[in-house]
Protein backbone atom coordinates (compact mmCIF):
# COMPACT_ATOMS: atom_id res chain seq x y z
CA UNK A 1 0.00 0.00 0.00
CA UNK A 2 1.27 3.46 -0.42
CA UNK A 3 0.58 6.49 1.08
CA UNK A 4 1.81 10.26 1.27
CA UNK A 5 1.58 13.51 4.01
CA UNK A 6 1.95 16.36 3.85
CA UNK A 7 2.62 17.39 6.69
CA UNK A 8 1.77 21.44 6.90
CA UNK A 9 -1.49 22.67 5.50
CA UNK A 10 -0.40 26.25 5.33
CA UNK A 11 3.37 27.76 5.46
CA UNK A 12 3.96 31.33 5.62
CA UNK A 13 7.53 32.85 5.50
CA UNK A 14 9.21 36.18 4.35
CA UNK A 15 10.22 37.13 0.91
CA UNK A 16 13.32 36.40 0.47
CA UNK A 17 13.66 33.19 3.33
CA UNK A 18 14.43 30.20 2.52
CA UNK A 19 11.30 27.64 2.03
CA UNK A 20 10.29 24.23 3.55
CA UNK A 21 7.31 21.95 2.50
CA UNK A 22 7.50 18.80 4.24
CA UNK A 23 6.25 15.31 2.63
CA UNK A 24 6.48 12.06 4.16
CA UNK A 25 5.59 8.85 2.55
CA UNK A 26 5.11 4.88 2.58
CA UNK A 27 5.29 2.68 -0.25
CA UNK A 28 5.24 -1.36 -0.91
CA UNK A 29 7.26 -0.59 -3.84
CA UNK A 30 10.69 1.33 -4.90
CA UNK A 31 8.89 4.21 -5.01
CA UNK A 32 8.59 7.27 -7.52
CA UNK A 33 8.33 10.69 -5.70
CA UNK A 34 7.01 14.18 -7.33
CA UNK A 35 5.86 17.88 -6.33
CA UNK A 36 3.24 19.60 -8.31
CA UNK A 37 2.80 23.34 -7.91
CA UNK A 38 -1.17 24.74 -8.23
CA UNK A 39 -1.14 28.71 -8.96
CA UNK A 40 -4.41 29.98 -8.21
CA UNK A 41 -7.29 29.41 -10.70
CA UNK A 42 -4.85 26.89 -12.39
CA UNK A 43 -3.52 23.46 -13.31
CA UNK A 44 -1.15 21.21 -11.71
CA UNK A 45 2.29 21.58 -13.15
CA UNK A 46 5.10 19.35 -12.46
CA UNK A 47 8.23 21.32 -10.52
CA UNK A 48 10.19 17.96 -9.77
CA UNK A 49 10.70 14.49 -9.73
CA UNK A 50 12.74 11.61 -8.40
CA UNK A 51 13.23 8.02 -10.21
CA UNK A 52 15.99 6.25 -8.24
CA UNK A 53 18.39 8.02 -10.18
CA UNK A 54 20.09 11.28 -7.75
CA UNK A 55 18.41 11.60 -4.32
CA UNK A 56 18.75 15.65 -4.44
CA UNK A 57 16.59 16.69 -7.25
CA UNK A 58 16.49 19.51 -8.65
CA UNK A 59 13.53 21.37 -10.10
CA UNK A 60 12.41 24.33 -11.89
CA UNK A 61 12.15 27.84 -10.12
CA UNK A 62 14.93 27.50 -8.11
CA UNK A 63 12.94 24.57 -5.74
CA UNK A 64 14.70 21.14 -5.11
CA UNK A 65 13.69 17.81 -2.89
CA UNK A 66 15.79 15.35 -0.96
CA UNK A 67 14.46 11.61 -1.30
CA UNK A 68 15.63 10.51 2.42
CA UNK A 69 15.25 6.66 2.59
CA UNK A 70 15.56 6.44 5.89
CA UNK A 71 13.65 8.96 6.97
CA UNK A 72 10.71 8.50 4.14
CA UNK A 73 10.98 11.74 3.55
CA UNK A 74 10.58 13.75 -0.11
CA UNK A 75 10.66 17.59 1.64
CA UNK A 76 10.63 20.51 -1.15
CA UNK A 77 13.21 23.16 -0.27
CA UNK A 78 13.69 26.58 -1.96
CA UNK A 79 16.98 29.09 -0.48
CA UNK A 80 14.91 31.90 -0.99
CA UNK A 81 11.59 32.61 -1.58
CA UNK A 82 9.81 35.17 -3.98
CA UNK A 83 6.56 36.55 -4.22
CA UNK A 84 5.53 34.50 -6.82
CA UNK A 85 6.14 31.30 -5.31
CA UNK A 86 2.89 31.53 -3.40
CA UNK A 87 0.88 28.35 -4.79
CA UNK A 88 -0.63 24.84 -3.46
CA UNK A 89 2.04 22.32 -3.55
CA UNK A 90 1.07 18.67 -3.79
CA UNK A 91 3.41 15.60 -3.09
CA UNK A 92 2.83 12.87 -5.15
CA UNK A 93 4.18 9.46 -4.82
CA UNK A 94 3.65 6.37 -7.29
CA UNK A 95 5.54 3.34 -8.10
CA UNK A 96 8.97 3.59 -9.82
CA UNK A 97 7.78 3.39 -13.44
CA UNK A 98 4.93 1.37 -13.87
CA UNK A 99 2.01 3.34 -14.88
CA UNK A 100 -0.78 1.80 -12.57
CA UNK A 101 -3.43 4.75 -12.53
CA UNK A 102 -4.70 3.91 -9.18
CA UNK A 103 -1.42 3.87 -7.37
CA UNK A 104 -1.03 7.61 -8.26
CA UNK A 105 -1.48 9.14 -4.99
CA UNK A 106 -0.87 13.13 -3.69
CA UNK A 107 -1.03 14.23 -0.52
CA UNK A 108 -3.98 16.84 0.78
CA UNK A 109 -1.43 19.62 -0.67
CA UNK A 110 -0.17 22.77 1.53
CA UNK A 111 -0.61 26.06 0.54
CA UNK A 112 2.37 28.36 0.67
CA UNK A 113 2.18 32.44 1.42
CA UNK A 114 4.84 35.05 0.84
CA UNK A 115 4.62 37.99 3.07
CA UNK A 116 6.31 41.01 1.48
CA UNK B 1 0.11 25.14 -27.51
CA UNK B 2 0.25 21.75 -27.07
CA UNK B 3 -1.27 20.31 -23.74
CA UNK B 4 -5.02 19.98 -22.08
CA UNK B 5 -7.74 21.10 -22.87
CA UNK B 6 -10.90 21.47 -20.32
CA UNK B 7 -14.51 23.10 -21.07
CA UNK B 8 -16.02 24.87 -19.83
CA UNK B 9 -13.53 26.63 -17.16
CA UNK B 10 -17.35 27.21 -15.01
CA UNK B 11 -20.59 25.73 -14.26
CA UNK B 12 -23.64 26.03 -12.46
CA UNK B 13 -26.06 23.79 -11.98
CA UNK B 14 -29.21 22.33 -10.20
CA UNK B 15 -29.41 19.22 -8.72
CA UNK B 16 -30.62 16.62 -10.86
CA UNK B 17 -29.26 18.37 -13.98
CA UNK B 18 -26.85 16.29 -16.49
CA UNK B 19 -23.54 17.82 -18.11
CA UNK B 20 -20.51 16.61 -19.59
CA UNK B 21 -16.96 18.15 -18.70
CA UNK B 22 -15.13 18.06 -21.91
CA UNK B 23 -11.42 17.20 -22.35
CA UNK B 24 -8.90 16.74 -25.17
CA UNK B 25 -5.13 16.33 -25.57
CA UNK B 26 -3.35 17.00 -28.74
CA UNK B 27 -0.02 14.95 -27.27
CA UNK B 28 -1.10 11.50 -28.44
CA UNK B 29 -1.35 10.18 -25.18
CA UNK B 30 -2.62 7.47 -24.16
CA UNK B 31 -3.50 7.87 -20.68
CA UNK B 32 -5.97 10.18 -19.98
CA UNK B 33 -7.85 10.60 -16.70
CA UNK B 34 -10.27 12.51 -14.22
CA UNK B 35 -10.11 14.51 -10.75
CA UNK B 36 -11.70 15.83 -8.21
CA UNK B 37 -10.04 18.89 -5.78
CA UNK B 38 -11.91 19.27 -2.92
CA UNK B 39 -10.60 21.58 0.07
CA UNK B 40 -7.72 19.18 2.07
CA UNK B 41 -8.33 16.33 0.02
CA UNK B 42 -6.00 16.18 -2.17
CA UNK B 43 -7.09 14.99 -5.82
CA UNK B 44 -8.92 12.44 -5.74
CA UNK B 45 -8.96 9.84 -9.27
CA UNK B 46 -12.33 9.74 -10.52
CA UNK B 47 -12.02 7.50 -13.79
CA UNK B 48 -9.39 6.79 -16.27
CA UNK B 49 -8.71 5.21 -19.21
CA UNK B 50 -5.21 3.51 -20.52
CA UNK B 51 -6.02 3.96 -24.45
CA UNK B 52 -9.09 4.34 -26.94
CA UNK B 53 -12.22 2.23 -26.13
CA UNK B 54 -10.97 1.12 -22.69
CA UNK B 55 -11.89 2.95 -19.60
CA UNK B 56 -11.88 2.19 -15.62
CA UNK B 57 -13.21 3.45 -12.15
CA UNK B 58 -10.72 5.05 -9.76
CA UNK B 59 -11.35 5.87 -6.16
CA UNK B 60 -14.63 8.12 -5.92
CA UNK B 61 -16.27 7.19 -9.53
CA UNK B 62 -20.00 7.16 -8.41
CA UNK B 63 -22.25 9.61 -10.02
CA UNK B 64 -19.78 9.99 -13.25
CA UNK B 65 -19.77 8.42 -16.68
CA UNK B 66 -17.12 8.43 -19.03
CA UNK B 67 -16.56 7.09 -22.03
CA UNK B 68 -13.06 6.89 -24.83
CA UNK B 69 -13.90 6.77 -28.74
CA UNK B 70 -11.09 8.50 -29.50
CA UNK B 71 -7.32 8.93 -28.28
CA UNK B 72 -8.34 12.94 -27.98
CA UNK B 73 -11.21 13.38 -25.96
CA UNK B 74 -12.07 11.79 -22.66
CA UNK B 75 -15.79 13.21 -21.75
CA UNK B 76 -16.79 13.26 -18.15
CA UNK B 77 -20.68 12.93 -17.75
CA UNK B 78 -22.78 13.71 -14.63
CA UNK B 79 -26.53 12.20 -14.96
CA UNK B 80 -27.73 13.86 -12.33
CA UNK B 81 -25.85 16.05 -10.65
CA UNK B 82 -26.05 16.39 -6.78
CA UNK B 83 -24.32 19.30 -4.45
CA UNK B 84 -21.46 16.31 -3.19
CA UNK B 85 -20.29 17.42 -6.91
CA UNK B 86 -19.58 20.48 -6.25
CA UNK B 87 -15.98 20.70 -7.05
CA UNK B 88 -12.90 21.47 -8.91
CA UNK B 89 -12.36 19.23 -12.06
CA UNK B 90 -8.97 18.18 -13.52
CA UNK B 91 -8.58 16.02 -16.35
CA UNK B 92 -4.61 14.85 -17.17
CA UNK B 93 -2.85 12.79 -19.71
CA UNK B 94 0.58 10.78 -19.82
CA UNK B 95 2.30 8.40 -22.10
CA UNK B 96 2.63 5.61 -22.37
CA UNK B 97 -1.05 3.75 -21.10
CA UNK B 98 0.15 1.56 -19.41
CA UNK B 99 4.20 0.54 -19.28
CA UNK B 100 5.18 -3.38 -19.29
CA UNK B 101 8.81 -2.27 -17.90
CA UNK B 102 10.14 0.36 -16.00
CA UNK B 103 9.87 3.55 -17.67
CA UNK B 104 11.70 6.70 -16.18
CA UNK B 105 8.85 9.33 -16.26
CA UNK B 106 5.97 7.25 -17.05
CA UNK B 107 3.92 8.51 -13.90
CA UNK B 108 4.32 12.46 -15.18
CA UNK B 109 1.00 13.53 -15.68
CA UNK B 110 0.03 16.90 -17.93
CA UNK B 111 -2.82 19.23 -16.26
CA UNK B 112 -5.86 20.56 -17.77
CA UNK B 113 -6.72 24.03 -16.06
CA UNK B 114 -9.24 22.84 -14.50
CA UNK B 115 -13.74 23.15 -14.61
CA UNK B 116 -15.32 24.77 -11.66
CA UNK B 117 -18.43 22.95 -11.06
CA UNK B 118 -21.19 24.15 -8.27
CA UNK B 119 -24.48 22.20 -7.99
CA UNK B 120 -26.82 23.92 -6.27
Known amino acids: AQSVTQLDSHVSVSEGTPVLLRCNYSSSYSPSLFWYVQHPNKGLQLLLKYTSAATLVKGINGFEAEFKKSETSFHLTKPSAHMSDAAEYFC??????????????FGSGTRLSIRP | NAGVTQTPKFQVLKTGQSMTLQCAQD?????MSWYRQDPGMGLRLIHYSVGAGITDQGEVPNGYNVSRSTTEDFPLRLLSAAPSQTSVYFCASRSPGRARRPVSGANVLTFGAGSRLTVL
Open chain 2, 27 to 31: MNHEY
Open chain 1, 92 to 105: VVSPFGYSSASKII
